[in-house]
């Protein structure tokens, strides 16, 4: 059972931010969220991971309140490129990994020209 | 540096037939997991090694999988009399630790099984 919530789908247009939140009110205290990006045929890759506050790397941003039951996924200025599925993970890997770590369905994001 | 490798990339067999998909992991990597996808479904998980031996099989569906990864390095997936619910992408991925949260995983490319 996925710990995590997030939209299914979102459009969006070339140069516009998108913002994708995922909701994990159930996470436990040494559970980070770590959020990947899957192309067709390929597999998911890495964006980027927190555990509070912000986090900002080349690709993205993250923002994690303090109660930290949500996340949000910033991408700055989409391109076409950016279409993809982003899958949001809370877990803690060390323990029962395969209860504790599952990738939901993800949201599919189309960037429109 | 290399990043993890999958083969073969596809792989069409008969219903009641055995395959076996390898993995490479990232070098020095402790920890090695093994997923499928359905189309449109995000990855499920399978099975987890840290090292040589399976911290966490409870993913696996049934008797008909195996996986091992004998010297703690390379891993292959092996599936006995193969059913046409078999058919998905098989997803191999590596991590430094395999423990702690921020512990990432990296993905292979995949092998798409399709079972006529």
């Known amino acids: 059972l996925a710990k995590t919530t997030q939209p299914i789908s979102m459009d969006s247009y070339e140069g516009q931010e998108v913002n994708i939140t995922c909701s994990h009110n159930?996470?436990?205290?040494?559970?980070?969220i770590t959020w990947y990006q899957q192309f067709p045929s390929q597999g998911p890759r890495f964006i980027i991971q927190g555990y509070k506050t912000k986090v900002t790397n080349e690709v993205a941003s993250l923002f994690i309140p303090a109660d930290r039951k949500s996340s949000t996924l910033s991408l700055p200025r989409v391109s076409l490129s950016d279409t993809a599925v982003y899958y949001c993970?809370?877990?803690?890997?060390?323990?029962?990994?395969?209860?504790?770590?599952?990738f939901g369905p993800g949201t599919r994001l189309s960037v429109l020209p | 540096g290399a990043g993890v490798s999958q083969t073969p990339s596809n792989k069409v067999t008969e219903k009641g037939k055995y395959v076996e998909l390898r993995c490479d992991p990232i070098?020095?990597?402790?920890?090695l997991y093994w997923y499928r996808q359905s189309l449109g479904q995000g990855p499920e998980f399978l099975i987890y090694f840290q090292g040589t031996g399976a911290a966490d099989d409870s993913g696996l569906p049934n008797d008909r999988f195996f996986a091992v990864r004998p010297e703690g390095s390379v891993s292959t997936l092996k599936i006995q009399r193969t059913e046409r619910g078999d058919s998905a992408v098989y997803l191999c991925?590596?991590?430094?630790?395999?423990?702690?949260?921020?512990?990432?995983?990296?993905f292979g490319p995949g092998t798409r099984l399709t079972v006529l």
């Open positions: 070098s020095g990597h402790t920890a």
């Open positions: 993970l809370v877990g803690d890997q060390g323990k029962d990994y395969g209860q504790n770590f599952v």
């Open positions: 991925a590596s991590s430094l630790t395999g423990s702690g949260g921020s512990d990432t995983q990296y």
């Open positions: 159930n996470i436990a205290t040494n559970d980070y």
